[in-house]
């Protein structure tokens, strides 16, 4: 058994797809379909860790997450935020989240970060992330690469924290599409264009190239 998880979330379908590849993973799971609900089970139980969707019916998850830190809940806590929403990544982390992930993500990538959770000493709140010459502050959302700063718009922020978060995938376009939702063109040179523009900006800032294309896959971080 590799934990047990509190997955609250109003999406019933989106909810049982989360249960169903948590429990095939080895985790044990309860349910909670909204706030009120997400607060009570929060209280009755512990948990390795929790999934807290920002949008839920009778309480929002802002609000949950707020009071189970209040009431002095030190139990890891992933924030589940809608695609392009930054406001919300920042108020989840400021508030005492410990991580999060954008809307759509992958199941796959769920399950990995599940599990870096509940390994995760209660209250280690994820604030900053480093992967080869890269480092990325979730709260302020700048980023430094070989010590200078680059500034970066929201959009170039995202696709570099995906390739820092998983520095060993190769993220193929359509992947890093998803990930983006519609804060971007889905045209066929659309990612191509974001890439090399965030390669131009993290060349000039600091002299490093930190995008390796793999032909014919996709992007990965350059490491080393």
Known sequence: MSGIILIAEDDEL??????????????ATVEASDGVEALREARAARFDAILLDR??????GLSVLKTLREEGLETPIMFLTAAGRLEDRVHGLEAG????????????????????????????????????????????????????AVKLTAQDFDILEALVRQPERIFTRETLLTRLGSDIDTGPAAIEHAISRLRKKVAEASGADVIETVRGLGYRLRQG
């Open 14 to 27: 989106l909810r049982h797809a989360i249960v169903a590849a948590l429990r095939a993973a080895g985790f």
């Open 97 to 148: 989240a410990d991580d999060y992930m954008a809307k759509p993500f992958e199941l796959a990538e769920l399950i990995a970060r599940a599990r870096a959770l509940t390994r995760r000493p209660a209250r280690l709140a994820l604030r900053e992330i480093i992967a080869g010459d890269v480092r990325l502050d979730l709260i302020s959302r700048r980023a430094a690469v070989r010590g200078a």
């Open 55 to 60: 949008s839920m019916n009778k309480l929002d």
